[in-house]
């Protein structure tokens, strides 16, 4: 069973930065798509970034355009993610989770993912 962990997580003050790792245990089969999530309590799980492992498209959702960067190391099997301008509504859990069934990213339904990381914390606080 390909595990996904997640790090980097931790308290950073607003406008800071901070980058999270996601590692895969085994090379999964290509293509696929990682993608990054977030939640906090109370609330469903919000698609944030994701990119093709394949060609390294990215697509980031509205909230996060401009400030969020997806990257990936093939090599390493790992994909970042480097967010700058942080806000305190970035507070969340992020997950990072494998969608092994298209080639670009598709969209973020939490559906289509087979593989989760267990989550890192990301707490954005003066």
């Known amino acids: 069973q390909v595990q996904l962990v997640e790090s980097g997580g931790g308290l950073v003050q607003p406008g800071g930065s901070l980058r999270l790792s996601c590692a895969a245990s085994?090379?999964?089969?290509?293509?696929?798509?990682i993608a990054w999530f977030r939640q906090v309590p109370g609330k469903e799980r919000e698609g944030v970034s994701c990119?093709?492992?394949?060609?390294?498209?990215?697509m980031s959702s509205d909230s996060v355009k401009g400030r969020f960067t997806m990257s990936r190391d093939k090599a390493k099997r790992t994909v970042y993610l480097q967010m700058n301008s942080l806000k305190p509504e970035d507070t969340a859990v992020y997950y990072c989770?494998?969608?092994?069934?298209?080639?670009?990213?598709?969209?973020?339904?939490?559906?289509?993912?087979?593989?989760w990381g267990q989550g890192t914390q990301v707490t954005v606080s003066s």
């Open positions: 990119i093709s492992i394949s060609d390294g498209s990215t």
């Open positions: 989770a494998a969608d092994l069934s298209v080639f670009v990213c598709s969209g973020f339904a939490v559906i289509n993912y087979e593989y």
């Open positions: 085994e090379f999964f089969r290509e293509p696929y798509t």
